[in-house]
């Protein structure tokens, strides 16, 4: 089998028997096998229309679940179930139109892993929604971008329209948590190239939506379990964390020092200084950064002082900031803050690049993301 279409249905009686007529006609030309597989929960007579379409044609098959719901699960379980080298996913209510088909195969056959359908890259439209609803797919993207690193150079990484190789799934655990299972397929699938081709989203024109607003909350329940799963999208919070305790940890240094061994308030300082970077070292090279293996003895020595040095540069940035903001008369802190949110990142991408730079062996390969001109 060379390709599986998976459908993920819920109450689309109107739609199965459109949508498998036009995918018919427009795979029929090309003359690759395939099955169209759909993964139902539905509650109205959707499944006796997908009795009768699989009865009359080999390729449509379906699986009803009885007491199931959720289109990621349905997805992941149509995965399963299916057999062709490559799989698209597709809605039934014919919002991704299947005159894309061929194209999708044949970049698939090209060698390209994961192909994402996009309403945003230039040719496609996203015509088929209302201004709320646009609001909240660029607001939920952009979330989503920002918050993970596989995903930053996708348009449309939220859609429910891609074809993928066997093989980016195949050992892969998929858990998703509502809807989005491309953003799951995405973090977790192995795969090195991606391209996006631009598409027009259609209006639904019969049955009903299923987005609700627990979908949205879903959604950021979803992102944060990716985020927390992801060692290279995890990295950033710790480390903002680490910083955080170790703001903590200077204080009460200071506070130390200053009260019972009272110590000069410069020298007092400079102490709690050290030792909330000798903290922030320590919880970064355990904790933040511990997937990173560094076989070399003598560059493992070497982190301690790389990350002095690059934290002296960050203090040297805030402070730049913090003056630059006096000279032109703009209040102190606000220039300390600036200073710091860019020190911050100074520091967690000078670290990550030097101080915990993995040997060449534990480098990923880079994944290229393309899209059609
Ligand atoms: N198996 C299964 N399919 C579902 C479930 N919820 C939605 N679907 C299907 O998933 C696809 C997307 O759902 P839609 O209601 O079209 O969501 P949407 O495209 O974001 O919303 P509209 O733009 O209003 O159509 C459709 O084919 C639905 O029938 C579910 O719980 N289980
Ligand atoms: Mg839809």
């Known amino acids: 089998m060379e390709l599986s279409i998976i459908i993920p249905t819920f109450n689309e009686r ?8 036009r995918i018919m006609d427009v795979l029929r030309p090309i003359g690759c096998s395939y099955e169209i597989f759909f993964v139902d929960d539905s509650r109205d007579d959707t499944p006796t229309v997908l009795e009768e379409l699989s009865k009359n044609h080999h390729e ?9 719901r959720g289109l990621g699960t349905a997805v992941v379980e149509g995965f399963k179930r299916t057999q062709g080298n490559f ?12 005159e894309l088909l061929p194209l999708i195969y044949r970049r698939l056959l090209q060698g390209i ?10 040719g496609g439209s996203d015509g088929g929604l209302n201004w709320f609803r646009k609001l909240v797919s660029w607001t939920a993207r952009t979330i989503g971008r920002i918050s993970i690193k596989r995903m930053r150079d996708i348009s449309d990484c939220t859609g429910g329209y891609f074809g993928l190789h066997r093989s980016v799934i195949e050992g892969v655990t998929l858990d998703p948590v509502g809807w989005k299972i491309l953003m799951e397929v995405l973090v977790k699938g192995k795969y090195q190239t991606v391209h996006e081709i631009p598409y027009s989203f259609e209006a639904r024109d019969a049955g009903t939506s299923k987005m609700s607003t627990i979908e ?14 992801s060692p290279d999208d995890r990295r950033f919070y710790l480390f903002c964390m680490v910083g955080a305790l170790g703001v903590l940890v200077n204080l009460m240094v200071l506070k130390l020092l200053l009260i019972i061994f009272l110590i000069h308030s410069l020298a007092a300082s400079i102490g709690a200084s ?20 560094q076989p070399i003895m003598w560059r493992r020595v070497l982190r301690l002082p790389q990350f002095i040095v690059i934290s002296g540069v960050g203090i040297g940035i805030t402070a730049a900031f913090a003056w630059l903001a006096s000279w032109i ?45």
């Open 216 to 229: 949205q909350w879903n959604y950021l329940k979803h992102i944060f379990k990716l985020v927390w799963s």
């Open 274 to 293: 050290c030792v909330a970077m000798l903290h922030n070292f320590l919880w970064n090279d355990n904790f933040t950064w511990k997937e990173k293996k």
């Open 60 to 68: 449509v098959k379906y699986l009803h679940r009885q007491n199931g």
């Open 14 to 21: 109107e739609n199965v028997r459109k949508i498998t007529n």
């Open 87 to 98: 799989i698209i996913v597709m809605d039934a209510d014919l919002q991704h139109p299947p």
């Open 329 to 373: 008369g703009i209040n102190i802190f606000l220039g300390q803050l600036a200073g710091i949110i860019v020190a911050t990142s100074w520091n967690y991408l000078a670290n990550n690049k030097w101080t915990w730079e993995a040997s060449k062996s534990n480098r990923k390969a880079k994944i290229t993301v393309t899209q059609e001109v």
């Open 113 to 122: 892993e994961v192909l994402i359908p996009s309403r945003f890259v230039e």
